[in-house]
């Protein structure tokens, strides 16, 4: 699993402090490779430089998943209607496919559904869609997955049916009904933050 992933996934919670001796030798790697992880990491917002102090995990906030959210519902929103005005059948085809494989994967295999799970919601907004575009989506998407992880923790977000919720977009976004298929996928990035209030200060 890469710094990347872990931070993403929670196994690095927000503030821990990120040394470069420890990640060379939890990754087997240089100080050189480390050090432009982490530099890369802190362009992306998920790494946070201290001073001259080192680097610590991004902090986390209501505040800023509001923001993520409302940026990433706006972006998304536009970048799904151009998709599926532009979409042909090779980029149906992808897509149907992508969450074939999504479906059927393994949950408690957080790394590998949630490779799927990106690359899902990705390849939706993906058809014609300006580069710089589709960039911000992907960085936001990660910005906000560490977020769906802490809701994942509270006791009501079972009570979704995530997979029906993907199924519909899906089936939305094939018919080419974009004020539906953005409706959907709207409410189900909110319904995410829902979750939230409860779990994060």
């Not at 990120?18 to 790697?29: A, F, H, M, Q, R």
């Not at 970048?79 to 994967?105: F, P």
Request: glycine residues 6%; proline residues 2%.
């Amino acid at each position: 699993m890469t710094l990347r992933e872990e931070i993403i996934l929670g196994k690095l919670a927000p503030g821990d402090r990120l040394k470069v001796d420890t990640l060379k030798e939890n990754y087997g790697t240089g100080a050189s490779p480390v050090r432009e992880a982490l530099s890369l990491l802190t362009s992306d917002q998920l790494v946070e430089r201290i001073d001259q102090r080192g680097f610590r995990v991004a902090p986390t906030s209501k505040i800023q998943f509001t923001e993520i959210l409302d940026l990433r519902c706006n972006l998304e929103d536009m970048a799904l209607r151009q998709s599926i005005a532009n979409g042909d059948k090779e980029w149906e085809e992808s897509l149907v496919l992508v969450h074939h494989y999504m479906s059927r994967a393994d949950r408690s295999v957080s790394g590998v559904f949630e490779e799927l799970h990106k690359k899902f919601h990705m390849e939706l907004i993906s058809c014609g869609v300006s580069p710089i575009l589709l960039r911000f989506c992907s960085q936001l998407y990660d910005l906000n997955v560490r977020y769906r992880y802490l809701a994942g923790r509270s006791q009501d977000y079972g009570r979704r049916d995530v997979a029906a919720e993907h199924q519909a977009i899906l089936d939305a976004a094939i018919d080419r009904d974009a004020e539906l298929a953005s409706s959907l996928l709207l409410s189900h990035y909110r319904s995410t933050g829902a979750f939230l209030s409860e779990l994060i200060s």
